[in-house]
């Protein structure tokens, strides 16, 4: 059972560990920030995981401010499974590919097609031989020496409800590099980018076939993935070495569809069923799933419910008032990582929060330089206040 939660300090950005008890098993969900990780907080997640005897990855998705901070693990630190939104299947793997090829290195859509890529070569020699790297989904299930854990989104079963076309899918992939090579506008171009995914998805496709457990995609640890991963390492350099400049730029529009498909790959879960009516040790991890998204989970549509009620929430993307939503569960305690993201984004924690879930305790990093509530010199309206969080992170105890 989830015993307690670290909330790592990392400015703007996601670094959690879910922990079993002090000294147990533990589960780094994501590793990054926006601005250069400080060195204590670096120290702080290695020496958490390396305490642990039981070790397990969960990466969100593939922002700089959930992923950056992952080079920074100790080189023997070895994790006995890592779990990804399902993103592989060839169509995804192409598009991607295609954005490498066309955008700039500056690009947000550009490093996430990058990161998402280079996620398995990264992560890989992070893989106790016997580990398993698992894909996962809407519906999948995932349970380790720590907790039992539902994923609750991504959905890439094109569910569909009166409003939304929530799914992704290969199908959606195909279209938006369709739309791609038209824009750009040549054959060469298609055929190039076509081979090099395929070359770069093969040997994982292989090693995935028939290795299904309990629903979702899974690659097991040993020389085989050693081998196709260096291959996979290849190819990406190749392909950003190699990189044609595009002749014009690319229209806002299909950046924005792009942008838009990328973040439907924004991993949520919890660790309840529908039936628990207890909230105690309860947990629910949002990472950036946009309000739209969010609503379809709570619409249980397919019978998949959230509960009722949570020991802690996660809120989506930092508290930040573009996703802020208003109808989440009741909980104990709200977790907000925020911080100075740099370049003037003005991603602050909103006072809605504050405001809107006043009966409820807050654990937000950095209130002081990002509350827009509190620069505006007011005073928060929740019951129980844990901000001010101290480097390098704050325990919750549930």
């Known amino acids: ?24 098993p533990a589960m780094l969900v994501d590793f990054g920030s926006t601005r250069r990780l400080d060195d204590n907080v670096i120290a ?71 990161n998402m890529l280079n996620s398995v070569p990264v992560l890989a020699p992070h ?9 996962v989904k809407r519906h999948d299930v995932i349970t380790n020496s720590i907790d039992r854990y539902r994923i609750l989104w991504p959905d890439n079963t094109q569910y569909r409800n009166n409003f939304y076309n929530a799914g992704y899918s290969d199908e959606e992939a195909d279209e938006l590099f369709g739309e791609l090579i038209s824009y750009y506008g040549t054959r060469d171009l298609y055929e190039m980018i076509t081979a090099r995914a395929d070359s770069f998805s093969r040997p994982i496709l292989q090693l995935i076939n028939g290795s299904e457990r309990a629903g979702a995609k899974t690659l097991n640890g040993g020389d085989a993935l050693v081998r196709a991963t260096n291959d ?31 973040n439907k790959m924004c991993l949520c879960f919890d660790n309840a069923s529908e039936n628990t009516v207890d909230l105690d040790k309860k947990v629910l991890f949002l990472s950036d799933i946009t309000r739209e998204n969010f609503n379809i989970i709570t619409a249980g549509a397919d019978n998949m419910k959230l509960c009722s009620a949570y020991s802690a929430i996660k809120v989506p993307h930092h508290g930040t008032k573009d996703y802020f939503v208003n109808n989440l569960p009741q909980s104990c305690f709200m977790m907000i990582s925020n911080g100075n993201a740099g370049s003037g984004s003005g991603w602050m924690i909103s006072a809605l929060y504050g405001l809107h879930y006043s009966t409820r305790g807050f654990i937000c990093t950095n209130y002081e330089n990002t509350c827009d509530y509190y620069l505006a010199d007011r005073q928060c309206c929740a019951s129980q206040i844990c901000c001010g969080i101290a480097s390098p992170y704050y325990q919750l105890e549930l």
């Not at 015993?3 to 147990?24: M, P, Q, R, Y």
């Open 127 to 135: 893989l106790d031989p016997n580990g398993i790297i698992s894909f």
């Open 232 to 262: 996979m390492r290849s190819i990406l350099l190749s392909a950003t070495a190699e990189k044609t400049k595009p002749i014009k730029h690319l229209n806002s529009s299909l950046r924005r569809k792009i942008s838009a498909f990328q």
């Open 1 to 24: 059972m989830t015993e307690s939660i670290k909330i790592f300090n990392v400015n703007f950005g996601d670094c959690f560990t879910l922990e079993a008890k002090e000294g147990g």
């Open 44 to 114: 702080a997640v290695n020496r958490t995981l390396y305490r642990a005897p039981e070790r397990y990855l969960m990466l969100t998705h593939f922002h700089a401010d959930h992923y950056s901070g992952i080079s920074r693990l100790c080189r023997n630190l070895f994790f006995n499974e890592l779990y990804l939104p399902d993103f592989f299947s060839r169509g995804i793997i192409r598009l991607n590919f295609a954005l490498l090829e066309f955008l700039s290195e500056r690009s947000a859509v550009y490093n996430f097609a990058y």
